[in-house]
């Protein structure tokens, strides 16, 4: 005997042995004949042969529904290890196939020639033609379904009545194999299915018009949704076997289950819109003084109205209006301080003045007495006297003069302190409207809002049972860059990385920097060998695009780890294992990608 090495030659000799030895394909006599032509022995087996019996599965053919259906019973046999089920199974399979092949299909060849000759009352040659045509398209690959339906037409050409094949479905085929007797009646239990076959093509035309029409309409922003619906309205209108009606229900409860998911995050919109805009309205009644506090939150509406709506944008608005939001309130608090401030300081300047006004009112009231006195004076002890009184009033008004200068110069410095203050705080609210979330060396994500992404990336992978992979990159050489060419050329470096990665990675991709030189990616409904290659052609655009410093191009590689994200994941336990992938690229020789397995 030949030697036959792998599991699939030794199941298949194993077949053609019990076929020629006309053995039943029982379990125990499989197993026999299985050792002996493996070589080797019976008390080897295990208890339940798993091996050899899934080899016999993987062999066979899937090309029928019946060969299908038994593919599928086997392997649920072998998941229960049951060799009963197995055994019943494969025994009935080959009964049923011995009685197909046993049917007589000579004679009723010959019958349908002989009948397809003869003339009958009220059947054309051009009615039989239509009525096998119509047959032999809607009738599958089972050779006892179309042994049935030509026996059923043959009979209904020999009693010489019109032949209602066209209008039969499969379900109909048995009773009129079963029944010969009740023929004369069949006319009578066909007006049914007639009519049903007269409204068929109504019925696909109306789910036809409804998919191109109503449905299409609704999901016009989803190209590829609503070019799925116009194929399913072809297909609908050009259903006219049961194979294919069967095969259009399958593809519209698939559309079917898109349309859910479609109609979950457009929910998730609305509310998302309808939150975003609640707090925009709420921090109206925060805003003080200058409106150009609102062209950070403006331009952010702006932005996501300008371009099709995305959770993901809406979210990421939402978090930077709230930290607006935090940062205008304490504006508004150091403000009303500075206004109460600059209100206490008037109030006293004014008191000043008018306390000077008073001063200066006496002096020239003081004065013009003194003038007086000193045209009336007689001799010159007179005037010593008027004298001492106007030096001693030009000395009150000077003080009070160099008093208020005093208080007004202290008074100014403190308006001056007040208006840096205001200054520096409105300074933090524009930074506040354009880099919430952000790093503000890279413009990427900072690590709040990697984990606020992370959180809903992850919830939005788990309603949809999609995969989302995380990558870790980590700058190659980075401290000898720093070191050689200085700390403002590193960070120019970290800049050059994360703008060359925002322009490679898709929108719904998500960069943040993790810290130092180390940067998080997000992807969303890729798996991991889509993500790793994702991450190589990175690293080839990050070889195209070189850094420049002082006019010198200057190669900058990464490192990284890749890891999709598992059911029982937390942030910490993903990134952990990205980091160990990343690491094991370090040490395979740098500017690598490994995905942790």
């Given at each position: 005997?030949?030697?036959f090495?792998?599991?699939?030659?030794?199941?298949?000799?194993?077949?053609?042995?019990?076929?020629?030895?006309?053995?039943?394909?029982?379990?125990?006599?499989?197993?026999?004949?299985?050792?002996?032509?493996?070589?080797?022995?019976?008390?080897?087996?295990?208890?339940?042969?798993?091996a050899?019996?899934?080899?016999?599965?993987?062999?066979?053919?899937?090309?029928t529904?019946?060969?299908?259906?038994?593919?599928?019973?086997?392997?649920?046999?072998?998941?229960?290890?049951?060799?009963?089920?197995?055994?019943?199974?494969?025994?009935?399979?080959i009964?049923?196939?011995s009685?197909?092949?046993s049917?007589?299909?000579?004679?009723?060849?010959?019958?349908?020639?002989?009948?397809?000759?003869?003339n009958?009352a009220?059947?054309?040659?051009?009615?039989?033609?239509?009525?096998?045509?119509?047959?032999?398209?809607?009738?599958?690959s089972?050779?006892?379904?179309l042994?049935?339906?030509?026996q059923?037409?043959?009979?209904?050409?020999?009693?010489?009545?019109?032949?209602?094949e066209?209008?039969?479905v499969?379900?109909?085929?048995?009773?009129?194999?079963?029944?010969?007797?009740?023929?004369?009646?069949?006319?009578t239990?066909?007006?049914?299915?007639?009519?049903?076959s007269?409204?068929?093509?109504?019925?696909?035309?109306?789910?036809?018009?409804?998919?191109?029409?109503?449905?299409?309409?609704?999901?016009?922003?989803?190209?590829?949704?609503?070019?799925?619906?116009?194929?399913?309205?072809?297909?609908?209108?050009?259903?006219?076997?049961?194979?294919?009606?069967?095969?259009?229900?399958?593809?519209?409860?698939?559309?079917?289950?898109?349309?859910?998911?479609?109609a979950?995050?457009?929910?998730?919109?609305r509310?998302?819109?309808?939150?975003?805009?609640?707090?925009?309205?709420?921090?109206?009644?925060?805003?003080?003084?200058?409106?150009?506090?609102?062209?950070?939150?403006?331009?952010?509406?702006?932005?996501?109205?300008s371009?099709?709506?995305?959770l993901?944008?809406?979210?990421?608005?939402?978090?930077?209006i709230?930290?607006v939001?935090?940062?205008?309130?304490?504006?508004?608090?150091?403000?009303?301080?500075?206004?109460?401030?600059?209100?206490?300081?008037?109030?006293?300047?004014?008191?000043?003045?008018?306390?000077?006004?008073?001063?200066?009112?006496?002096?020239?009231?003081?004065?013009?007495?003194?003038?007086?006195?000193?045209?009336?004076?007689?001799?010159?002890?007179?005037?010593?006297?008027?004298?001492?009184?106007?030096?001693?009033?030009?000395?009150i008004?000077?003080?009070n003069?160099?008093?208020?200068?005093d208080?007004?110069?202290?008074?100014?410095?403190?308006?001056?302190?007040?208006?840096?203050?205001?200054?520096?705080?409105?300074g933090?609210?524009?930074?506040?409207?354009?880099?919430?979330?952000?790093?503000?060396?890279?413009?990427?994500?900072?690590?709040?809002g990697?984990?606020?992404?992370?959180?809903?990336?992850?919830?939005?992978?788990?309603?949809?049972?999609?995969?989302?992979?995380?990558?870790?990159?980590?700058?190659?050489?980075?401290?000898?860059?720093?070191?050689?060419l200085?700390?403002?050329?590193g960070?120019?470096?970290?800049?050059?990385?994360?703008?060359?990665?925002?322009?490679?990675?898709?929108?719904?991709?998500?960069?943040?920097?993790?810290?130092?030189?180390?940067f998080?990616?997000?992807l969303?409904?890729?798996?991991?060998?889509?993500?790793?290659?994702?991450?190589?052609?990175?690293?080839?655009?990050?070889?195209?695009?070189?850094?420049?410093?002082?006019?010198?191009?200057?190669?900058?590689?990464?490192?990284?780890?890749?890891?999709?994200?598992?059911?029982?994941?937390?942030?910490p336990?993903?990134?952990?294992?990205?980091?160990?992938?990343?690491?094991?690229?370090?040490?395979?020789?740098?500017?690598?990608?490994?995905?942790?397995?």
């Open positions: 005997m030949p030697s090495n792998t599991p699939n030659e030794i199941a298949r000799e194993t077949f053609r042995l019990l076929a020629t030895r006309r053995i039943a394909p029982s379990p125990e006599n499989y197993q026999t004949v299985y050792h002996e032509v493996a070589g080797t022995s019976a008390a080897d087996a295990d208890a339940f042969a798993e050899p019996l899934k080899a016999i599965l993987q062999s066979m053919p899937r090309a529904p019946g060969q299908m259906r038994l593919a599928r019973e086997l392997e649920q046999s072998i998941k229960d290890e049951n060799l009963e089920s197995y055994r019943n199974t494969l025994t009935r399979f009964e049923e196939q009685a197909v092949e049917l007589p299909w000579g004679e009723l060849i010959s019958n349908l020639l002989r009948e397809w000759d003869t009958h009220g059947t054309t040659t051009g009615k039989k033609r239509e009525a096998l045509e119509h047959l032999f398209s809607s009738t599958g089972n050779a006892e379904t042994y049935n339906r030509l059923s037409l043959v009979r209904s050409w020999s009693q010489g009545g019109v032949s209602e066209t209008d039969l499969e379900g109909d085929i048995p009773a009129l194999a079963t029944e010969p007797d009740t023929a004369p009646e069949k006319s239990s066909a007006k049914p299915a007639s009519r049903a007269e409204l068929l093509p109504q019925l696909r035309d109306l789910l036809a018009f409804a998919l191109e029409n109503a449905v299409a309409a609704q999901i016009a922003e989803d190209p590829e949704l609503a070019s799925q619906a116009k194929e399913l309205a072809a297909t609908a209108r050009k259903a006219n076997s049961m194979q294919a009606i069967d095969e259009l229900l399958t593809e519209l409860k698939r559309f079917a289950f898109r349309l859910e998911l479609l979950d995050d457009r929910t998730e919109l509310q998302g819109l309808l939150h975003l805009l609640q707090l925009v309205i709420e921090n109206i009644s925060e805003l003080v003084i200058d409106d150009k506090w609102l062209n950070g939150q403006i331009a952010v509406l702006r932005d996501i109205v371009h099709p709506l995305s993901r944008s809406i979210d990421d608005a939402e978090r930077r709230k930290e939001v935090y940062k205008q309130g304490q504006l508004k608090r150091s403000l009303v301080e500075a206004q109460e401030a600059l209100k206490t300081m008037l109030a006293g300047f004014v008191d000043h003045l008018a306390n000077f006004s008073d001063s200066t009112s006496d002096y020239h009231d003081k004065i013009e007495v003194c003038a007086q006195k000193i045209s009336a004076a007689k001799d010159i002890n007179e005037l010593a006297d008027v004298v001492q009184d106007v030096m001693k009033e030009t000395r008004i000077q003080f003069a160099q008093r208020s200068r208080e007004l110069q202290t008074t100014r410095k403190r308006v001056e302190e007040t208006e840096q203050r205001i200054s520096e705080l409105q933090e609210l524009d930074k506040a409207s354009t880099l919430v979330r952000h790093d503000q060396l890279t413009g990427a994500l900072n690590r709040r990697l984990e606020e992404a992370f959180e809903k990336e992850t919830a939005r992978a788990n309603r949809r049972k999609t995969p989302l992979c995380v990558a870790l990159l980590d700058i190659d050489n980075f401290k000898k860059l720093n070191d050689s200085g700390h403002d050329a960070d120019a470096a970290l800049i050059h990385l994360a703008t060359v990665t925002r322009e490679t990675m898709r929108p719904q991709d998500t960069v943040a920097r993790f810290g130092g030189e180390e998080i990616i997000l969303p409904d890729t798996p991991i060998e889509d993500a790793k290659k994702a991450v190589v052609r990175l690293q080839r655009e990050l070889t195209k695009k070189f850094f420049l410093h002082n006019n010198e191009k200057q190669l900058i590689t990464f490192s990284a780890g890749v890891t999709q994200i598992r059911p029982d994941d937390t942030q336990s993903v990134i952990k294992r990205a980091d160990e992938s990343m690491y094991a690229a370090k040490k395979s020789g740098k500017n690598r990608v490994v995905s942790a397995p």
